[in-house]
């Protein structure tokens, strides 16, 4: 992994209590919105919305390239340098410093260098899935950023995402990519059985209805990682629709649950982070979970699951 700002090299696998950094999270959160609005407004429309996230980079989270007026644009916040950086395909390039500051500010400074690199930063300019939808411009209150410990919820991110890599290598039915949802601040990859799903009732704080129906339009599996949960944050999985006998599936490992308040279940990343060989440990948890969607929800799994090693293989 990348040697955080001091120089000495970050584990694989960080501890970072939520308690320690929720100021910092809070405050992270709102900009990753803000960024993430930028690419909705400018990226063609995909299924399940899924033009809108962000994407783990070797720095910290990227837009990806994004069209805009016959070229694209990008934008990555670096947690190694803590910069915010904006480039263009014509060349152009400016930097928003990643440092305490209100989120009114860092709303103002990055519109001011988007438009600097030809890109209109016109968006809906407030919160969604949170229960306080206070405006961009009008967010004084969250202010915080930690160096240190934005690095090392990146570096949480980076061990998450390479398991959860591993696991999207087993599938080959539809399935999303790896990515960042910055509405829930998430990192996520969603398995889908190619059926259709009821419209899903939605329900999402400041979030409209119609968007979670299109997000749950398929049966589906979805499992990742979120700053929440538990001290550490939580691996979780949830079905849609939840089939009879989901709750009631054995999913190991030791310190795996179902939550019924969430309708999900639970694997606390701090028990992941412990164990002598985590990825063995969550991919066990990965996979069961997934098997108590797939096996309750009946499944084709012959032709939804194969082994990576063999496709890979000459035949």
């Not at 001091?6 to 501890?15: E, F, H």
Request: proline fraction near 9%.
């Amino acid at each position: 992994m990348t040697p955080s700002r001091s120089g000495t090299p970050a584990p694989d696998w960080p501890a970072l209590p939520v308690g320690e950094w929720s100021a910092t999270r809070d405050t992270l959160h709102m900009w990753t919105q803000i960024l993430g609005k930028v690419r909705l407004a400018h990226a063609p429309m995909t299924n399940h919305w899924w033009q809108v996230p962000l994407y783990l980079s070797a720095r910290g989270l990227t837009t990806s390239a994004v069209p805009v007026d016959g070229g694209l644009f990008d934008a990555e916040f670096d947690f190694c340098e803590h910069r915010l950086h904006l480039r263009s395909s014509d060349g152009r390039s400016r930097e928003v410093a990643l440092e305490p500051k209100p989120v009114a500010a860092f709303h103002a400074e990055t519109a001011d260098a988007l438009r600097a690199i030809g890109v209109d930063p016109r968006i809906t300019a407030s919160p969604v899935e949170v229960e306080h939808a206070v405006p961009f411009a009008e967010d004084t209150e969250h202010a915080s950023y930690d160096p240190d410990h934005a690095h090392r919820f990146w570096g949480q991110l980076v061990a998450a995402h390479r398991v959860l890599s591993r696991f999207r290598g087993r599938f080959i039915g539809k399935s999303s990519p790896v990515h960042f949802f910055w509405g829930a601040m998430d990192l996520a990859v969603t398995r889908f059985s190619g059926r259709e799903a009821p419209p899903h009732p939605g329900g999402a704080p400041n979030c409209g209805d119609w968007v979670m129906v299109e997000a749950y339009s398929h049966e589906l599996s979805s499992c990742g990682f979120w700053p929440g949960g538990s001290a550490e944050g939580s691996f979780y999985c949830y079905a849609y629709p939840e089939p009879a006998g989901f709750a009631e599936h054995s999913v190991g490992p030791q310190g795996a649950y179902y939550d019924r308040a969430l309708g999900e279940f639970l694997l606390p990343y701090a028990d992941v982070r412990r164990a002598p060989d985590p990825e063995a440990v969550l991919l066990e948890f990965l996979q069961g979970s997934y098997e108590a969607a797939a096996v309750n929800g009946g499944w084709d799994r012959p032709s939804l699951e194969d082994d990576p090693v063999r496709r890979a293989s000459p035949r």
